[in-house]
């Protein structure tokens, strides 16, 4: 059974720092990893999808990683905004089943 | 861009009464699901839904909850006989044409409270 963990829990910057956000996961045959961003009280919007054979993938000011055989990935945001506070959740696909498996999120709070 | 609507986007309901939940997914999205977050929890899958039947459920996914594509358009989920611990947002979700390839869209979600 698929374990998806976040670290950390929250964080909390300055306006303009760089940050990392780790996702761990326990089964490495996954289809794809998705990070998503939660609002709250809002719907999760998709910011990044990296298929298993992909190292990582960029979207403007955010960069993921997916390193399958240590079952991890990141989220790097560059420069951060105040309008980047949310939670951030990432997502295992099954390889098989094709349902996702959530993190906890990570809580991102950037001061302005 | 195209998007995933709910309706509606909060319910309060009594114990033990039905409720559906509607859905409309993206028009040339095949696989549908709904996930579930309780408050303050983790989202949980519940089911999929591929080719006019069921593809996987949960063990969340018990007797009480079912799951429709009534028409071209829609897809529901009913729970019967709403319980306390129902209470949830409860997100709709498609993905194109590769089953594992694709991102998933979701919906602003329904918020069910059960009272």
């Known amino acids: 059974k698929q374990e998806v963990t976040q670290i950390p829990a929250a964080l909390s910057v300055p306006e303009g720092e760089n940050l990392v956000l780790n996702c761990s996961f326990t089964?490495?045959?996954?289809?794809?990893l998705q990070w998503f961003r939660q609002d709250p009280g809002k719907g999760l919007t998709s910011l990044l999808l990296i298929q298993s054979s992909q190292r990582e993938q960029t979207s403007g000011r955010l960069n993921a990683s997916l390193d399958k055989s240590s079952g991890r990935s990141t989220l790097y945001i560059a420069a951060s905004q105040p309008g980047d506070s949310a939670t951030y959740l990432c997502a295992m696909r099954d390889a098989n089943a094709g349902k996702s498996t959530f993190g906890d999120g990570t809580t991102l709070t950037v001061k302005p | 861009e195209p998007e995933v609507t709910q309706t509606p986007s909060h319910q309060v309901t009594q114990m033990g009464q039905e409720v559906i939940l509607r859905c409309v997914p993206i028009s040339n999205h095949l696989y549908f699901y709904w996930y579930r977050q309780i408050l303050g929890q983790k989202v949980e899958f519940l089911v999929s839904f591929y080719n006019n039947e069921i593809s996987e459920k949960s063990e969340i996914f018990d007797d009480q909850f079912s799951v429709e594509r009534p028409d071209g358009s829609n897809f529901t989920l009913k729970i019967r006989s709403t319980k306390l611990e129902d209470s949830a947002m409860y997100f709709c979700?498609?993905?194109?044409?590769?089953?594992?390839?694709?991102?998933?869209?979701f919906g602003e979600g329904s918020w069910l409270t059960v009272v």
């Open positions: 089964d490495s045959a996954i289809y794809n």
């Open positions: 979700a498609s993905s194109g044409v590769e089953l594992s390839g694709n991102t998933i869209y």
